[in-house]
């Protein structure tokens, strides 16, 4: 299967088209990612740093794992694109030439969310960077989708627009939630961000482009309702906690965040 992602994606155009301020009243939906990250751990109610956590499909992005850190004793970063892989070294490492700045996003978790003050905004950088095991690539539509030395399961596991990008069928669909599933503790979390139809059908296919603009390389999204998503998430394993829709700007499209439990 041709994946757009290794050649054409552009992990810095993607962040400041989609991640420029999680406060603005443009953010799409990056705020609503946080807040239910956020939300999850809150309700989750861990004291500890206990939790070995993954996002899969991170992409260059940061922010998802914020929240997170608190909560970690280790943080696994995995993504198909190895530009993207750079941008998020780039920033562990501090690397001046990192040409995109993440503070509004920490401000927005660490005061907005949690309602705390600068001094811990600025220490949860620091927190976040101390909690990264690893950096490593992935490719969620085949088996292990992990480097070996990477793939004893996780208490958590974020995964966040990247099925309804990487499935082109129900079943390949299916197949990468049973691959989540796969890398998950007894007892753990799957935190799943995915573009979901409103429609009462079962699945659509959307275009959409990286760029506001509409215009570069074009991609598809496989598209559940919400109500299918959920059976299938039942039929591999996972029980729903939490289902939150928002909605896109799109006509056809939703962003869903289910927690689910294995
Ligand atoms: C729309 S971005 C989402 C990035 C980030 N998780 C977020 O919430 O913004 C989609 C990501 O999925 C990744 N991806 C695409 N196909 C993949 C695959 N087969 N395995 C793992 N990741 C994949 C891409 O490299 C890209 O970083």
């Not at 239910?36 to 794992?65: A, M, R």
Request: glycine share 4%.
């Amino acid at each position: 299967m041709e994946n757009k992602y290794r050649d054409d994606f552009s992990p810095l155009q993607y962040l400041t088209e989609w991640y420029k301020d999680p406060s603005s009243p443009d953010d799409l939906f990056s705020h609503f990612i946080l807040q239910n990250i956020h939300k999850f751990f809150k309700t989750l109610q861990h004291k500890d740093e206990v939790l070995d956590v993954l996002d899969i499909g991170c992409g260059p992005v940061i922010s998802n794992v914020i929240s997170t850190s608190r909560y970690a004793r280790s943080i696994v970063l995995a993504d198909y694109s190895s530009k993207s892989l750079s941008l998020l070294n780039q920033w562990l490492t501090k690397d001046p030439q990192l040409k995109f700045d993440w503070s509004t996003h920490f401000k927005y978790v660490v005061e907005t969310l949690e309602g705390k003050g600068e001094r811990e905004v600025r220490e949860r950088e620091e927190l976040l960077r101390s909690k990264i095991k690893a950096i490593i690539p992935c490719d969620i539509s085949q088996d292990p989708p992990l480097p070996a030395s990477y793939s004893s399961p996780y208490d958590t596991v974020i995964c966040s627009l990247v099925i309804d990008g990487a499935a082109e069928t129900v079943p390949q669909y299916k197949e990468q939630l049973k691959r989540l599933h796969c890398l998950i503790k007894p007892g753990g979390h799957l935190l799943l961000v995915v573009g979901t139809t409103p429609s009462s059908i079962d699945y659509c296919y959307e275009r959409y482009y990286m760029s506001k603009s509409q215009t570069g390389t074009e991609y598809c999204l496989l598209l559940l309702s919400p109500k299918y998503l959920s059976l299938l998430l039942k039929e591999v394993g996972f029980s729903i906690i939490d289902v939150q829709n928002h909605p896109n700007n799109r006509p056809s499209s939703n962003y869903t965040f289910i927690s689910a439990k294995v």
